[in-house]
C-alpha cells in the first residue's frame, strides 16, 4: 500500500523519468541470464549490463539528461563535475555531444583508466584531493569562481530521472515482475531513480541496496535515520566511495529502498570473476557490487527459485588491479583456505606433509628453514567451501599437524603470504653442507608438484620452498636444499632425471642479501 505522501514523491519523479533525455548518447542495454551463477545459486540471476554503456557506466544518463535541461546562455559558459571517473565520463561525453566545455575535478586516487577516458572525450581534467569530498569542495568553488553550471553526480532530481531510465527497461525487458534487485549504492542517484520508477509499478518488487564494508554511509543513515557522514570510506570500490549520500537519494530510499547488504572486498572480487565467468566481460569493483550482494542476500536468506535483477554498473577497472582481483577472488568465494601450517624441523617432513595433501590442489606453498624443533608453512589449498576447508583442518589436526586457519586474517591476506622467509640459521648447515636455490619450470598439471618434492632424496633437507599457482600453463618453484659436499653428483643426477627446466640461483645477489646462510 502506497502513502499519500510517497504518491506525491512519485508524480514528482515519475513524469521526470518518462521525458529523460538519456538516448541521445546512452543505449537501452540488455538484461542477460548469467546461467553459470543461476545454477551455482538455485535462483535466476539477470544482470542488467549498464557495463555495455558507451562510457562503460550508466552515469551517462544522469549526466545528459541533466545537462540536456540546460539553457543556451548555460552550455556557453559551460558545466564543472566532481567525479571518481564513471560520472565524469558521462558529463565529458555529454558536453561533447552538447558543444559545451567540460571541467571535471577528479581525486588523484582515480584509476589511471578513467582519468585518460576522460581528457579523450575532451574534457579538462583538475586531479585534487584524495577522496571525492576534497574533489567536490574544489569543483563547487571553481563552479562559483568561473560561473560553470554544477553537474551534481547524484543528488539532483534530473540526474535521478536519468538513472531511473534503467528501472524503466528492466521492467519492459522483464517477462514477470522479479522478486529482488539489487543495486550499488555510493551517492544513491542510481538506486534512488530504480526504486521510485519500479515502486510505483511493481510495489511488491524488493528494491535491495548494497554498500561495501568499508563504505556503508547509506546503511548508518537508514538505520540512524538521518545522514550519517563518516569519517572515511575504503577506495577499492571507487565509484561508490561517498562520505556522505545525498539529500535527495536518502528521502527515496528512506520511502522506497527495502533492504541494504554489506559485502567485503573479497566479496566483490568473487562477484567480477563470476561475471566474468559468465560474460567474458570485467566489471570494476563498484559495476560488481549488486553482484556481490546479491550473492550475500540469498545465502542470508536462503533464497531459491526466485527472480533476482542485479544492476552490473561500470567497467572502467584498472588493468594492473586484476592481479589482486583474481588473487582475491578465491577466498571470497571461499573456494581458497590459507593455512599456517606447523611441521617437526628434520629431513623427510615437508615430504610427508606433501603426500599428506596429494589429493589437494595447492595454490601456494612457502617454506624457509629456521632455527628450533618446528616448521611453519604458509600454504594455500583450493576447497569447495567452508565445511571442506573446516574438513581439511581437522584432517590435519588428527595427522598430528598443528594448523592455524588464516583464510580471514587481513594481515596474511595482504602482506605476511610475500613475507615468509629469512636467513638459513648458522646451526643448520655443517662445514661440508652447502645450501643450494635452484628455479624450476614444469608443465602446471595436476600431480606435477607431488612428481618434483617425491623425486627429492630423503636425506635432502629443503631450506627453501615456495610455489604460487599463477594460472599460467607452466608452474614455478624456489627450492633451497641442503647438500653435503660427497652428494652434488648425486643432485646434478637428480636435474637431468626430473626433466624439468632449471636454473641455479645460488650466487644470486638478491638471495645473498635477503636469504642466503
Known amino acids: 500500500m502506497v502513502s499519500g505522501c510517497q504518491t506525491a514523491v512519485m508524480d514528482h519523479y515519475l513524469p521526470r523519468i518518462l521525458r529523460a533525455r538519456v538516448y541521445d548518447v ?37 549526466a545528459y539528461n541533466r545537462m540536456a535541461q540546460l539553457s543556451k546562455a548555460e552550455l556557453q559558459l559551460g558545466v564543472i563535475a566532481s567525479s571518481a571517473g564513471n560520472h565524469a565520463q558521462g558529463v565529458a561525453l555529454s558536453a561533447s555531444h552538447l558543444g559545451c566545455r567540460a571541467v571535471i575535478v577528479m581525486p588523484v586516487t582515480t584509476p589511471g583508466v578513467k582519468v585518460d577516458a576522460v581528457r579523450q572525450l575532451g574534457a579538462e581534467v583538475v586531479l585534487h584531493g584524495e577522496t571525492y569530498d576534497e574533489a567536490y569542495a574544489e569543483a563547487r568553488s571553481r563552479s562559483e569562481a568561473e560561473q560553470l553550471c554544477f553537474i551534481h553526480p547524484f543528488d539532483d532530481p534530473e540526474v535521478i530521472a536519468g538513472q531511473g531510465t534503467v528501472g524503466m527497461e528492466i521492467l519492459r525487458q522483464c517477462h514477470q515482475p522479479p522478486d529482488a534487485i539489487y543495486v550499488a549504492v555510493g551517492g544513491g542517484g542510481l538506486i534512488g531513480g530504480i526504486a521510485v520508477y519500479v515502486k510505483s509499478l511493481w510495489p511488491d518488487v524488493q528494491i535491495i541496496g548494497v554498500e561495501p564494508h568499508d563504505a556503508a554511509a547509506m546503511t548508518l543513515s537508514l538505520e540512524a535515520g538521518e545522514r550519517i ?54 566489471l ?107 574438513s581439511l583442518i581437522n584432517h590435519l589436526k588428527t595427522q598430528g599437524y598443528a594448523c592455524l586457519d588464516l583464510s580471514d586474517d587481513e594481515l596474511s591476506k595482504v602482506h605476511l603470504r610475500h613475507m615468509v622467509g629469512g636467513r638459513l640459521p648458522a646451526s643448520s648447515t655443517a662445514s661440508n653442507v652447502k645450501e643450494l636455490l635452484y628455479r624450476f619450470e614444469f608443465p602446471e598439471r595436476p600431480g606435477a608438484l607431488m612428481r618434483f618434492v617425491t623425486a627429492l632424496h630423503r636425506d635432502w633437507s629443503i631450506s627453501i620452498f615456495h610455489y604460487r599457482n599463477h594460472g599460467a600453463d607452466v608452474g614455478r618453484i624456489v627450492v633451497g636444499v641442503l647438500v653435503s659436499t660427497d652428494d652434488l653428483k648425486a643432485w646434478q643426477s637428480f636435474l637431468r632425471d626430473l626433466g624439468y627446466s632449471s636454473w641455479e640461483e645460488t650466487s644470486n645477489p638478491a638471495y645473498q642479501l635477503f636469504l642466503g646462510g
Not at 561517498?242 to 528512506?254: D, P, S
Request: proline residues 4%; contains cysteine.
Open 26 to 62: 546512452a543505449r537501452e542495454t540488455p538484461l542477460e541470464l548469467a546461467n553459470n551463477l543461476s545454477r551455482r545459486l538455485s535462483n535466476s540471476v539477470w544482470l542488467k549490463r549498464e557495463d555495455l554503456q558507451p562510457v562503460f557506466s550508466f552515469k551517462l544518463r544522469g
Open 284 to 390: 570494476e569493483p563498484a559495476g560488481a557490487l549488486a553482484i556481490a550482494g546479491l550473492k550475500a542476500d540469498v545465502n542470508r536468506r536462503s533464497l531459491q527459485n526466485q527472480n533476482l535483477v542485479a544492476v552490473a554498473c561500470g567497467a572502467n577497472i584498472n588493468f594492473a588491479r586484476l592481479r589482486f582481483v583474481a588473487e582475491r577472488a578465491e577466498l571470497g568465494e571461499e573456494r581458497e583456505a590459507m593455512l599456517a601450517v606447523e611441521i617437526p624441523e628434520r629431513p623427510g617432513s615437508l615430504r610427508c606433509l606433501c603426500e599428506l595433501l596429494a589429493d589437494r590442489s595447492l595454490t601456494e606453498f612457502s617454506y624457509r628453514m629456521r632455527a628450533g624443533d618446528q616448521a611453519h608453512i604458509f600454504m594455500g589449498v583450493q576447497v569447495s567451501g567452508p565445511d571442506d576447508r573446516t
Open 229 to 282: 557522514r563518516l569519517p572515511q570510506v575504503g577506495l577499492f570500490a571507487d565509484g561508490v566511495a561517498v562520505r556522505e549520500v545525498g539529500e535527495h537519494t536518502f528521502a527515496l530510499a528512506q520511502k522506497y529502498v527495502d533492504d541494504i547488504v554489506t559485502v567485503s572486498t573479497d566479496e566483490i572480487c568473487a562477484a567480477i570473476k563470476d561475471v566474468f565467468e559468465d560474460t567474458r566481460s570485467i
